[in-house]
């Protein structure tokens, strides 16, 4: 694959040879004939680009200015150390993709998947994710001040070691997911499922839980200070978890389930 510096919004791409039966794409926005093989894209959006195992990392030019990726096949590419502020991946396949390193601040993906892939080290300041099947991804070690995730799947998706504030879930399935010391304080986790994920040093101070379910979660060393688990599915609770949930806000509700559980006594008015 060859990349030129383009003037103004130009770029010229060599497309990589589809699966059988798929040529170039023709007739699409901002593609237009050029060489066999070749393409000029007069906008600043790819579409329906066949990028399989490209290592676009070999072209640094790529990166500036920012570009909307549009059902494009990233499945196995290798974008490490790109400088991608600003992009945009829509219904995009990143399936096994490598990031690790990447600048992808304020990114944007929306839809399509990005199972198993790495974005170990990356800067993901203010990036969202909405509705993307992420899981058995690897956030590690990545910045993720003011990111977002709505709506995702994220089963089995390691963010352990993740840095910055303000990191937000809503709406996401995070069964078994790795959380173990993230900072997710003063925050809205709504509609979590956090089924036997791991929570060991999370800071959860101040966040609100409604909605999420906790069932076998590892709260073990967990910051639970005025944690709002009003309304969140606790599971069974012994005497470890419910000192891991020390400080928490419950219901009398909730409370009356956990003597129950605890000491086996009836409960009435």
Not at 15 to 27: D, E, L, S
Not at 160 to 174: H, I, K, P, S, T
Request: hydrophobic share 40%.
């Amino acid at each position: 694959m060859r990349w030129q510096p383009r003037a103004r919004t130009a770029i010229r791409t060599r497309i990589a040879q589809g699966p059988p039966g798929r040529g170039a794409p023709t007739g699409q926005t901002g593609l237009l004939p050029a060489t066999p093989g070749m393409c000029v894209v007069t906008g600043e959006s790819l579409q329906d680009l066949d990028l399989r195992g490209t290592l676009l990392r070999e072209h640094p030019d790529l990166g500036a200015p920012a570009l909307r990726m549009v059902h494009c096949d990233l499945s196995g590419a290798d974008l490490r150390g790109l400088d991608l502020p600003g992009w945009q991946f829509h219904d995009c396949n990143l399936d096994e993709a490598k990031l690790n390193g990447a600048s992808l601040d304020s990114a944007v993906f929306k839809g399509g998947s990005a199972r198993s892939a790495t974005f170990l080290d990356c800067d993901l300041a203010g990036a969202r994710f909405e509705m993307v099947d992420a899981s058995d991804a690897r956030f590690g070690n990545s910045l993720m001040s003011e990111a977002e995730f709505h709506g995702c799947r994220l089963m089995g998706t390691r963010f352990e070691g993740a840095r910055g504030l303000g990191m937000l879930l809503q709406d996401c399935n995070l069964y078994a997911a790795n959380l173990n010391g993230c900072a997710l304080g003063n925050a809205a986790l709504t509609g979590l499922r956090l089924t036997e994920a791991s929570l060991r040093g999370a800071d959860l101070r101040g966040s609100d839980l409604t909605g999420s379910v906790l069932l076998n979660a590892d709260l073990f060393g967990a910051r639970l200070k005025d944690a709002d688990l009003r309304g969140a599915d606790l599971g069974p609770v012994d005497l470890d978890r419910l000192r891991a949930m020390s400080g928490a806000i419950i219901s009398h509700v909730q409370a009356e389930r956990i003597l129950v559980e605890l000491a086996n006594v009836v409960v009435t008015d």
